[in-house]
C-alpha cells in the first residue's frame, strides 16, 4: 500500500490495519485476531488526542541542515518550541482568517523566502495543518516556483492533523516526503546500479522514529565493532547523508515496525533490503537484531563472537541483579519496545503487571502470540492518553514500577508508583540492558518523589468518574 | 424613524438568471420608490454590474486585502434609481475558501453598519449557485434574512440543486434561518416547462410565484449593460418583472420546504420525462393533464 508516487502516505490504519482503542488480556485480543487483523474498537471519549501534525513536527524537530516552515496559524507550531535542537531553525506563516478566505500562498512565498535569507538552510521543509489542508492551499505550486529560485530543495510535508485516527500516520508522512525527493534526487543523479555488494566497508541505515539520541550512538557504536557504519533515518537524519540512505546495503527498524514505512520504500524502490526484527532491547532481542544485520552481510562469525562476548559480560551483572527479582513492572511504550521489554523483563526476573501502548498494527501479532504463550492473562490497555482509563489499570495492577517515556509518567507517579523514565537513557543494544539493570534497581529504591506525591490530595479524577467502568468508551464500532 | 428592512436571499443553479433575475426586482423595487440594497455574493462578483453601467465596483474582500481600514463608500456604488450595490468577492478561482469569504464579507458589512447608515428598505442577497457548502448557506442561516426565492428553469439540474436549497433551508429553519417565498421560474421554453416547476412545487409543499418566459429581450438588455426595467421598460418582461417585485414586496407567506429524498426526486424526473414522451408521441400537448399526473 505504500507509493512513493502518491501526495503523501496513506492512513496507518489502512496500511497496516492499527488498532488505537481497545482494552482487555492479551489472550482476548489476540481470540479477536484469529483472521490476522486486529478487530478495530473506536474511542467515543477522548481526553486527548496528539494529531500526525504533532508527532511529525517532533520527528522533523531532530532533522539536521534544514529549515521548517509551518504553514497555518501560529497555534500549529506550538510543538516546535519544545525542541532541543540548537541548530533548528523554523518559522509559521501565522496565516488568519483573511489568508484562509482568499489563499495563503503569498505568505508562505514571503515565510520561505525570509528563512532563507536569515539562515541559508540547506533545504527547508514545508509542513502544511489542517487550515491549509480544507482550503487546498496551492503549496505545490509555490515550491515549485521558489525552489528554482532558491536553489535548495523545498520539500512539502502534507500533514493535516485529522485523516487519520493514529498519530504516528505522521512519522509516515514525514518518511515519506523525506524519501520523495532522495529518490528523485537519486534518479537524476545515478544512472547505475547500487554499490557493489563486496563492498569493503558497507553501511547501513537504522530506521527510527523515537529512539533518543544516546540510545541511537550506542548502537552504532555496537555496529562499528563489525565495520558496519550506520546513518539514521528519518530520525536525526542529516540531509547531507542523503547519497548514503539511497546507497545503504540495508534499512532495518530500531523499534520493532513503527518506523518501517520508509524501509517498505527503500526496498520496493531500490531493491534494498529491509530488516524488521525485534527492538533491540535485552539480551535475546539484541541477539536476534545484531544476527539479521550480520547474515545479510557476510558478517555472521564477527557477529556470533561479539555476542559471545557480550554475553558473558552481562552474565554476572544479570546474576547480580537479585534485588530485582520477582518485582511487579507495568511498562508503557510504543508496541515494539514494550514486546521486547516483557522479554527482558522474563531475563532478569521482572514480573510485567499491564502494557499500556499507544497503537497496535496487524504486523505485531505474532510477536504478541510469543507473550500469550507465557502469560495469556497480561492486561493491555491500547491508546494515547485517556489517563483514567490507566490509572484503573495500575490500581489492579499494584505494580512496583512503571516504565515509560517521562510526561507520560505522571499517573503513575501521582498513585506513588516508582517510575522509570526512558528519555535521556540509552536502552538499546548489550549496554541498554546493563543500562537499564541498574536504572531498575536505583529506581525502585528512590521512589521518594512518588511516595510524596501519593501523600497529597492530587487525585485527579473523582471518586465517581473513576468508579464507573473506566473502559466504557472503548467500543466496537457499528457499521 | 428607522424602519425594518426586509433582507430577501435569492438562490439558484449557476447560470440559471439568477443575477438577471435579482437586478430586475431591485430596478423594480427601487422604481416603485424603495430605497434597495443588492448584495452580490459570488466570488465572481458580477451580480450588479447591470445596475450599475458596468463601472468598476471594488469588492468588500478586495477592500480587506491591504489590511487597511475599509470605509463603506470604497466597497458600494450607487446605480440605478438610487439602488446601493455591494459585491461580496472572494479569491482568486482556485485558492481559498470562497464560503468563508461571504461569511466574512456580511460581517464586515455588519460592523460598517450598511443597514443603519443606508437605511434600505430592502436588502437583496444574489447568492452563487448550489449550497456547496457552509459558507455559502450563511445568508439563510442564522436569522440574517427574512425570505429565500429560488430561481430555476425546467432542466433537471435546476430543480435538483432548487431541491439540495430547499434541504439546506429545512436543516436551518428551525434554528432561526430563512423561510422560503417561493419558486421563480425562469427561462421557461417547453410547453410542459410551467406544469413540471408546478408539480415540483406542490411535491415540496411550497409555490412558484412568478413565470419568466425565455425572451430576446432580456438578452438584448443584459448587452446593453442595463436591466430590462431600464432598457426595455415599456415591455412585457419589465411588467413581468414588476409583476414579481411587487410580489415579493407585498406577499410575505414563507414556509420550510419538504426536499424530495435523492430517490423521490429520481422517480419523480422520470415520471416527468415517461409524460413528456407520451405527449410528443400523441403530438397533441396537453400540460394541464401532466400537473394533473
Redesign the interface.
Known amino acids: 500500500m505504500v507509493n512513493i508516487r502518491q501526495r503523501t502516505a496513506p492512513q496507518r490504519e489502512k496500511r497496516l490495519g492499527t488498532l488505537s482503542a481497545w482494552y482487555g488480556s492479551i489472550s482476548s485480543l489476540l481470540r479477536e485476531a484469529s483472521e490476522g487483523e486486529l478487530v478495530q474498537r473506536i474511542r467515543t471519549f477522548a481526553q486527548e488526542t496528539p494529531s500526525d501534525l504533532i508527532l511529525g513536527l517532533e520527528l522533523l524537530a531532530t532533522l539536521r541542515g534544514v529549515a521548517i516552515v509551518v504553514h497555518g496559524p501560529a497555534g500549529c507550531a506550538a510543538g516546535l518550541h519544545q525542541s532541543q535542537n540548537p541548530d533548528l531553525h523554523w518559522a509559521v506563516t501565522q496565516i488568519n ?7 495563503g ?1 503569498t505568505k508562505l512565498r514571503a515565510t520561505i523566502r525570509q528563512l532563507y535569507a536569515d539562515h541559508q538552510p540547506d533545504a527547508i521543509l514545508i509542513v502544511s495543518t489542517p487550515v491549509v489542508i ?5 503549496i505545490d505550486s509555490v515550491v515549485e516556483e521558489l525552489r528554482e529560485e532558491l536553489g535548495i530543495p523545498l520539500i512539502p510535508v502534507f500533514t493535516d492533523g485529522f485523516r487519520s485516527k493514529v498519530a504516528a500516520t505522521g512519522y509516515d508522512v514525514v518518511s515519506h516526503a523525506l524519501l520523495k525527493e532522495l529518490l528523485a534526487h537519486h534518479a537524476t543523479t545515478h544512472t547505475t546500479e547500487h554499490p557493489s555488494a563486496e563492498s569493503s566497508n558497507p553501511h547501513v541505515t537504522l530506521l527510527s522514529v523515537q529512539e533518543s539520541g544516546t540510545a541511537i550512538a550506542s548502537l552504532q557504536a555496537l555496529l562499528a565493532e563489525l565495520d558496519i557504519a550506520s546513518q539514521p533515518f528519518p530520525r536525526y537524519f542529516d540531509l547531507h547523508d542523503g547519497e548514503r540512505i539511497t546507497s545503504a546495503r540495508l534499512s532495518v527498524t530500531l523499534d520493532g515496525g513503527t518506523a518501517d514505512y520508509a524501509g517498505h520504500v527503500l526496498q520496493e524502490q531500490l531493491g534494498q533490503p529491509y530488516l524488521n526484527p525485534p527492538a533491540p532491547i535485552g539480551i535475546a532481542a539484541t541477539r536476534q537484531w545484531l544476527t539479521a544485520i550480520a547474515e545479510l552481510l557476510g558478517r555472521q562469525a564477527a557477529a556470533a563472537a561479539l555476542i559471545q562476548q557480550q554475553e558473558q559480560q552481562l552474565a554476572s551483572a544479570l546474576q547480580a541483579a537479585t534485588q530485582v527479582r520477582g518485582r511487579k513492572v507495568f511498562i508503557h511504550l510504543a508496541a515494539g519496545p514494550a514486546i521486547s521489554l516483557w522479554h527482558l523483563a522474563q531475563e532478569i526476573g521482572l514480573e510485567v503487571v499491564g502494557i499500556k501502548v499507544p497503537f497496535l498494527d496487524n504486523s505485531q501479532i505474532p510477536a504478541l502470540h510469543d507473550i500469550a504463550r507465557s502469560q495469556e492473562n497480561l492486561p493491555i490497555l491500547v491508546g494515547h492518553g485517556q489517563a483514567f482509563e490507566e490509572i484503573a489499570l495500575l490500581k489492579s495492577a499494584r505494580p512496583d514500577l512503571y516504565i515509560s517515556h517521562g510526561i507520560d509518567a505522571l499517573p503513575a507517579s501521582r498513585l506513588g508508583i516508582a517510575t522509570l523514565p526512558l528519555d535521556q537513557l540509552n536502552i538499546l543494544g548489550f549496554a541498554g540492558v546493563r543500562t537499564l539493570l541498574q536504572q531498575i534497581e536505583r529506581r525502585l529504591n528512590h521512589a521518594h518523589l512518588q511516595r510524596f506525591l501519593a501523600e497529597g490530595e492530587n487525585e485527579p479524577y473523582s471518586h465517581g468518574w473513576l468508579k464507573k467502568s473506566a473502559y466504557w468508551y472503548i467500543k466496537q464500532e457499528v457499521r | 424613524m428607522s424602519k425594518k428592512p426586509q433582507h430577501i436571499a435569492i438562490y439558484g443553479k449557476g447560470g440559471i438568471g439568477k443575477s438577471t433575475t435579482t437586478s430586475n426586482i431591485a430596478a423594480a423595487l427601487a422604481e416603485a420608490g424603495y430605497r434597495v440594497v443588492q448584495i452580490g455574493c459570488d466570488p465572481k462578483s458580477d451580480s450588479t454590474v447591470t445596475l450599475r453601467g458596468g463601472n468598476y465596483l471594488p469588492t468588500v474582500l478586495d477592500s480587506t486585502r491591504d489590511g487597511s481600514k475599509v470605509r463603506l463608500e470604497d466597497i458600494s456604488a450607487v446605480g440605478f434609481k438610487g439602488i446601493l450595490c455591494v459585491e461580496a468577492g472572494g479569491p482568486v478561482p482556485g485558492v481559498g475558501c470562497a464560503g468563508r469569504g461571504i461569511n466574512a464579507a456580511i460581517t464586515l458589512l455588519h460592523e460598517l453598519k450598511l443597514f443603519e447608515e443606508f437605511q434600505p428598505d430592502f436588502v437583496l442577497y444574489d447568492v452563487l449557485g448550489d449550497v456547496v457548502c457552509g459558507g455559502f448557506a450563511v445568508p439563510i442561516r442564522e436569522g440574517l434574512t427574512d425570505r429565500v426565492y429560488v430561481v430555476s428553469s425546467s432542466d433537471f439540474m435546476a430543480i435538483y440543486a432548487a431541491n439540495n436549497l430547499f434541504k439546506a433551508i429545512n436543516k436551518y429553519a428551525p434554528s432561526g434561518g430563512a423561510k422560503l417565498g417561493g419558486i421563480i421560474a425562469n427561462g421557461l421554453v417547453a410547453p410542459y416547462a410551467k406544469a413540471l416547476i408546478d408539480d415540483f412545487a406542490v411535491q415540496t409543499g411550497t409555490r412558484a410565484i412568478q413565470y419568466i418566459p425565455r425572451s430576446l429581450v432580456v438578452s438584448q438588455s443584459e448587452l446593453y449593460g442595463q436591466t430590462v426595467i431600464e432598457a426595455n421598460p415599456h415591455s412585457e418582461h419589465a411588467d413581468l418583472y414588476r409583476q414579481l417585485a411587487r410580489t415579493i414586496a407585498d406577499d410575505t407567506d414563507a414556509v420550510i420546504p419538504k426536499p424530495l429524498s435523492v430517490n423521490d426526486l429520481r422517480n419523480w424526473a422520470r415520471k416527468w420525462g415517461d409524460l413528456i414522451l407520451q405527449d410528443e408521441q400523441i403530438a397533441a400537448p396537453n400540460t394541464a393533464a401532466l400537473t394533473a399526473a
Open positions: 482568517e483573511r489568508d484562509s478566505i482568499l489563499g500562498d480544507i482550503n487546498n492551499d496551492d
